[in-house]
């Protein structure tokens, strides 16, 4: 029998879970809907069905994919668990089986069972298939009409190994490139890296060995480079096994920056090292001659993990700041410049992704004012502008919290920039969810339209847009 939810900051408020599966025709609007706008605004999130066995971390739950499917002016909603073996063999048992901290703490009767994971952090579409993401196992393949669960994709058995939830598809050659940390099993410095053509072929892989085992989140590419962060929050098996945190941050470790020239190979990884830093997400990179440029939200300090000991970090340098990184491929030197572009806090950076790994203007980021009464992580969506260096901010409203806000082109020939970005809103007020469509070109004006749910869309992670033909 199910039992209730412990009084957990990550299971309470907008991170409470909302384990009704539904369908919404035809959401009420709040303004006007463009009519440029026509797939489905795809989002992805933790969301366990049951309470947690033991302890709890964000990145445990459950995935559940909402979609808002947007055509005509009308939009209409549909979410989705995410069926994996997991989440099956849970709803058997009417209770959790499987620990979210550590696996030594499972049900006996899934003892040594390996999983196809929890698919809980990204969606996207690429070779015509819809592909839920987290970066610890294989894609999960939805249907992006239906959302029903398809089953894990290896490309034909093909991938071995786990997929990062952030892989970055080029604009001009539609080519998927990604990565898997602990690519060999468990917790060790072996990173994978292989790219997918654009119509869903496995192309290439190759592997090698990082300075020291990490949490790995996402990557950055270029028309000519893909950089690799190594940083110190450090994963250790050893430490797993005597009850010590399996993750945790050892900043003596130092970060490098793995480079590496597109057209080379893994052998050609240039390795470059820099003071203790952290990131989840690059908003983008590029490259201009010898000099390679990444724009990140760096932290003073991993944030959500402890210190080997299991000491809670700093909050103070547990603060995202947009940075700017440049390194020099002509120079000798093994050290890359940071620069910080704006002291605002903000996360989950995106860009118009017609100009992913090339040189670009805008970017888009949920924004932190710090308000009185604060119900998430941001309060305001952001438009960064790098030419300027000015920042313009939409402020959610009182008592609401935003997430990722993503850039939707006006057309395919529209300008850089010139488009909507869309993200959910969580209304503290009501306990519920709208879904926020603004002017990509004026965002400080507030929103086009919004798009009203009956319930709360749980704080979530990442998301994609989708075209539907």
């Known amino acids: 029998m199910a039992q209730p939810y412990p009084n957990h900051p ?33 989002r992805n999130g933790p969301n366990p069905q049951f309470a947690p066995r033991g302890d709890y971390h964000l990145f445990a739950g459950d995935g559940m994919v909402h979609g808002f499917y947007i055509q005509d002016g009308r939009v209409r909603y549909r979410n989705r668990y995410v069926r994996t073996v997991k989440f099956n063999k849970e709803r058997e048992a009417h209770r959790a089986l499987f620990s979210a901290m550590n696996p030594m703490d499972n049900d006996p009767s899934v003892a040594g069972m390996h999983t196809d994971g929890l698919a809980n952090t990204n969606v996207l579409w690429h070779g015509n298939r819809l592909l839920a993401l987290e970066e610890a196992h294989a894609p999960f393949e939805l249907d992006l009409r239906t959302l029903d669960s398809i089953g894990p994709h290896t490309w034909g058995g093909q991938l071995k190994g786990p997929m990062t939830a952030h892989p970055k598809i080029d604009p001009e050659t539609g080519e998927m490139l990604f990565f898997g940390y602990n690519a060999d099993g468990l917790i060790s410095e072996k990173v994978s890296f292989h790219v997918v053509d654009r119509n869903g072929n496995l192309t290439r892989s190759e592997t090698f060995d990082a300075p020291y085992a990490s949490m790995v989140h996402d990557f950055m590419v270029t028309k000519e480079h893909v950089l690799f962060p190594i940083m110190p929050l450090t994963g250790s098996m050893e430490r797993a096994m005597s009850g010590a945190p399996p993750y945790a941050w050892e900043p003596d470790k130092g970060v490098y920056i793995g480079i590496m020239p597109r057209n080379g190979t893994v052998a050609d990884l240039r390795w470059f090292e820099g003071d203790p830093s952290f990131m989840f997400h690059p908003m983008n990179a590029h490259t201009n001659g010898n000099i390679v440029t990444a724009e990140v939200c760096e932290f003073e300090e991993a944030p959500l993990f402890p210190t080997p000991d299991g000491k809670p970090g700093d909050p103070a340098k547990a603060i995202p700041r947009l940075t700017r990184w ?21 996360e989950f950076p995106r860009l118009d992704e017609r100009r992913t790994g090339l040189d670009y203007r805008y970017g888009y980021m949920a924004c932190d ?53 869309l993200a959910n809103i ?37 998301g994609n847009w989708a075209p539907l033909a």
């Open 426 to 462: 969580y209304d503290a007020n009501r306990d519920g969810t709208h879904l926020v469509i603004l002017d990509a070109q004026n965002v400080s004006a507030g929103p086009l339209a919004k798009a009203y749910l009956e319930h709360r869309v749980p704080f979530g992670f990442h």
């Open 326 to 346: 440049t390194f020099d491929m002509a120079g000798n030197t093994s050290t890359y410049k940071s620069e910080r572009l704006h002291d605002i806090s903000c």
């Open 369 to 421: 004012t710090n308000p009185e009464w604060k119900v998430g992580g941001f309060d305001s969506i952001g438009r960064f502008d790098h030419h300027t260096g000015n920042l313009e901010l939409y402020p959610v409203g009182e008592g609401c919290a935003t997430n990722e806000p993503i850039f939707v082109p006006k057309s395919d020939s529209s300008a850089e920039g010139e488009g909507f970005l």
């Open 10 to 42: 990550n299971l309470t408020g907008g991170f409470a879970p909302q384990r009704a599966e539904c369908d919404v025709d035809d959401l009420i609007i709040e303004g006007e809907v463009p009519r440029e706008l026509n797939g489905v605004f795809l």
